[in-house]
């Protein structure tokens, strides 16, 4: 054959050792994150946690925040798959120095100082602020229903809960009922030192499932004591109750509280909840919440929580915003989710004492509602909050203004389900929602980050 090949020695061993530092360009975000943890964050809050002289020294806390943020940033979140790519993937190799912590010191490390990663959201925030991305003259919300870590064919109504206990309680003592007369027998064939008395594995297994059950029907019992209670005081007081009186209704109402019959609580996430998604279907899901400024898309104050509706975040996302930043928005799009009198009032308030102007959709008409009011002319004085919210959306500036707010604050959940794998958390109960949210938004804000400066002009940045 007359064609030749370049060299191709699969066994030549390599004359000087290799550096992966020459396999990475030089504005990599591998590079761009090593970088930031190294000289720029502030891992205090983590050192402070290891306290114990004792045992074998753990993996450096550097090292884990260097591959728990570009596993994040780049959607690989799971520590299974981290630790794979600590082995197949040159970044994280660099990023790890050749270090391969297993998953389980990965997964210990997430959950032991979720709090403190979480808290880098605000960190992140600051160096936007700094790069000059954040300038706060418009800002849009909304909400998002990121999928929990539980199925919802694990959960269960309560009325069907006191069902399934009485059959199982039944069936229990039935098995109970056999595996005695089975071991009364046995004492007879075998003699009573003879072991036994293990119980079935049938058994066991519907003893589990009546435990959760019954651990489940009391946890929503406690919420609609509670929630009765709550009720009955501030009741009590908006008549003028004294305390012992207020009390003492709270406490007769919460005797007599009982959970609905459709109420759901999950066993393997009870925290999360059934909501309706994007695509029409019903999944146990968390509330994601996020204030996202205009020109750069970086998220300026975010939350979790577990109620569907996004009403209640108005106002409370805002204040966020403000403490977050030391700046005061200029303008707040959100989208009829959010409208509800008791915040169009306190969002007017706002606007009253710090400037803030809100375009709040205030959605369809409903038949108890006031007839609009023209969009001309003076105001009626009687006019409602919703009433004059509707009629500022109509004109000229309120139609430009609203219709910049899809696309400022929803491509960002769009880019973090996309390249972040942001869809579904890996980390159960509100807590771990919530600081798993966090640090995927701190990550979006680190990428958007890293496409303004870049790596050389990440130490300019900081160092002014």
């Not at 990121?146 to 309680?169: D, F, G, I, Q």
């Not at 509706?309 to 200029?330: C, F, K, R, W, Y």
Request: proline share 4%.
């Amino acid at each position: 054959m007359d064609k030749t090949f370049r060299m191709f020695d699969p066994e030549q061993g390599l004359l000087l050792p290799p550096s992966l530092d020459d396999w990475l360009p030089t504005e990599h975000l591998a590079r761009f994150i090593a970088e930031l943890v190294d000289e720029h964050l502030d891992l205090s809050r983590i050192r402070a946690d290891y306290t114990e002289s004792r045992g074998a020294p753990p993996y450096d806390p550097r090292l884990m925040v260097r591959i728990l943020l570009y596993g994040y940033t780049t959607g690989v979140r799971s520590s299974r798959a981290i630790e794979r790519k600590l082995v197949d993937d040159v970044p994280f190799r660099w990023l790890a120095a050749g270090a391969v912590p297993d998953y389980r010191a990965i997964a210990r490390f997430r959950k032991r100082h979720l709090s403190a990663l979480g808290h880098l959201f605000v960190q992140a925030l600051a160096l936007c602020q700094a790069a000059g991305m954040v300038s706060l003259g418009r800002v849009a919300l909304d909400g998002t229903k990121v999928r929990a870590n539980a199925s919802k064919r694990k959960a269960m109504s309560y009325a069907r809960m006191t069902e399934k206990e009485k059959v199982l309680a039944d069936e229990v003592s039935a098995l109970l009922a056999e595996a005695e007369r089975i071991d009364k027998a046995e004492d007879t064939q075998f003699g009573k030192d003879r072991r036994g008395d293990e119980l079935p594995e049938e058994l066991r297994r519907r003893e589990t499932r009546l435990a959760k059950i019954r651990e489940a029907k009391a946890a929503l019992e406690a919420e609609a004591e509670q929630a009765a209670r709550q009720r009955a005081e501030e009741k009590s007081r908006e008549r003028g109750d004294d305390d012992d009186t207020t009390a003492g209704k709270g406490a007769a109402a919460a005797d007599a509280a009982a959970p609905k019959p459709k109420a759901q609580r999950n066993f393997t996430d009870p925290d999360s909840k059934i909501m309706l998604t994007g695509d029409g279907a019903f999944h146990q899901c968390y509330n994601a919440q996020a204030m996202v400024d205009e020109d750069h898309q970086v998220i300026v104050a975010t939350d979790m929580n577990t109620n569907a509706s996004d009403v209640g975040n108005l106002i409370s996302m805002t204040e966020q915003t403000t403490a977050n930043t030391g700046q005061h928005p200029g303008q707040v799009l959100a989208d009829a989710g959010y409208c509800s009198a008791d915040n169009l009032d306190r969002a007017a308030e706002r606007t009253t004492e710090h400037g803030t102007e809100f375009f709040v959709a205030a959605g369809r008409r409903r038949r108890d509602d006031p007839a609009p009011v023209a969009p001309r002319g003076r105001i009626p004085g009687g006019a409602t909050a919703k009433q004059r919210m509707a009629r500022s959306l109509t004109t000229k500036k309120g139609r430009a203004v609203y219709a910049r707010r899809k696309a400022i604050v929803e491509p960002v959940f769009g880019q973090m389900s996309t390249l972040q794998n942001a869809k579904q958390l890996l980390l159960r109960g509100l807590d771990g929602a919530r600081g798993e949210w966090m640090l995927l938004a701190a990550c979006h804000n680190l990428r958007k980050l890293h496409g303004v400066v870049g790596v050389s002009g990440l130490g300019a940045l900081v160092g002014s």
